[in-house]
C-alpha cells in the first residue's frame, strides 16, 4: 500500500492505494496529532485493491495520520502524512 503526495499541499488530494489482505469494506480515518479523529470515509473494495482520494480540504497545516482498516476496525496500515 502506498499513498501519496507526502507532503501534501492544502487544497489536494491525497491519493491511496494498494492491496489490501481482504475485500470487503475499507475505513480511511485521518487523526490529528492528538489522536482526535478528524475525518472518516467508508469505501468498498470488492477485489482486495483499494484505489481511493481523500480530499484534505479544511485540514490545517501539520502533522496527520492516516489509517487503513477493516470495518471491523482491524487496522491494516498507518502512516504519517504532512500538509503545508
Not at 60 to 70: E, H, M, P
Request: hydrophobic share 40%; net charge positive; no cysteine.
Amino acid at each position: 500500500m502506498t499513498r501519496y503526495p507526502n507532503p501534501v499541499r492544502a487544497q489536494q488530494l491525497l491519493t491511496v492505494e494498494g492491496m489490501l489482505p481482504e475485500a470487503g469494506q475499507v475505513r480511511l480515518q485521518i487523526y490529528d496529532m492528538t489522536g482526535r479523529l478528524i475525518k472518516q470515509e467508508v469505501t468498498e473494495s470488492i477485489t482486495g485493491y483499494l484505489s481511493r482520494t481523500v480530499s484534505i480540504a479544511g485540514l490545517a497545516k501539520g502533522t496527520y495520520q492516516l489509517s487503513i482498516a477493516s470495518n471491523e476496525g482491524k487496522v491494516w496500515k498507518t502512516w504519517m502524512f504532512v500538509v503545508q
